[in-house]
T-cell receptor, first 117, second 111 residues
Framework: DAGVTQSPTHLIKTRGQHVTLRCSPISGHKSVSWYQQVLGQGPQFIFQYYEKEERGRGNFPDRFSARQFPNYSSELNVNALLLGDSALYLC????????????????FGDGTRLSIL | GQQLNQSPQSMFIQEGEDVSMNCTSSSIFNTWLWYKQDPGEGPVLLIALYKAGELTSNGRLTAQFGITRKDSFLNISASIPSDVGIYFCAGQTGANSKLTFGKGITLSVRP
């Protein structure tokens, strides 16, 4: 089975532009989360979506938004890009959020490397 | 944002040696996970731990969920060159909630 797929793999933008990053979860996975990883750091949580609804939001400005589609794929949008938005953007999927004691580890894609000039 | 504590930043070992890494937090987590990231790739799940005190193995890797719920340990035995990479610990407070990561430890293995 295919893992989490993200597109594009690399992207170069200039300050002020906007960007859309895409993610397809593992087949059968209904939850998608987005993380930002800057060089030398661990991933930082941005959003979590489940069944097309936002279930969690990290400490990121309103320039960041996301959505999930009926087929469980997801998009991350970033407006008014800043130099500091340069990072690896990772998407992770998990099977479900339901079940208090269900163990659903998140599996990551290889990310989109975003460079802001 | 909050991050888990991993140190040292880098570790250098000889092929065949065992290595141990730990991860600590000032907060309690109910799930601990260990991921490995290679250059140009996303983190790959190595081991997930769901109960305090749990000890779980995956091949040459063994990880433990600390009894206080504030720490976890990863041991790699008989290291090989392909063990090179960045090892991240991550914690979850609730089932299927967001992951909080450490800064990672870069492991180098000398042949």
């Amino acid at each position: 089975d295919a893992g989490v797929t993200q597109s594009p793999t690399h992207l170069i933008k200039t300050r002020g532009q906007h960007v859309t990053l895409r993610c397809s979860p593992i087949s059968g996975h209904k939850s998608v989360s987005w993380y930002q990883q800057v060089l030398g750091q661990g991933p930082q949580f941005i959003f979590q979506y489940y069944e097309k609804e936002e279930r969690g939001r990290g400490n990121f400005p309103d320039r960041f938004s996301a959505r999930q589609f009926p087929n469980y794929s997801s998009e991350l949008n970033v407006n008014a890009l800043l130099l500091g938005d340069s990072a690896l953007y990772l998407c992770a999927s998990s099977r479900t959020l339901t079940g208090r004691y269900s163990n659903q580890p998140q599996h990551f894609g290889d990310g989109t490397r975003l460079s802001i000039l | 944002g909050q991050q888990l504590n991993q140190s040292p930043q880098s570790m250098f070992i000889q092929e065949g040696e065992d290595v141990s890494m730990n991860c600590t937090s000032s907060s309690i987590f109910n799930t601990w996970l260990w991921y490995k990231q290679d250059p140009g790739e996303g983190p790959v799940l190595l081991i997930a731990l769901y109960k305090a005190g749990e000890l779980t193995s995956n091949g040459r890797l063994t990880a433990q969920f600390g009894i206080t719920r504030k720490d976890s340990f990863l041991n790699i035995s008989a290291s090989i060159p392909s063990d090179v990479g960045i090892y991240f610990c991550a914690g979850q407070t609730g089932a299927n909630s967001k992951l909080t990561f450490g800064k990672g430890i870069t492991l180098s293995v000398r042949p």
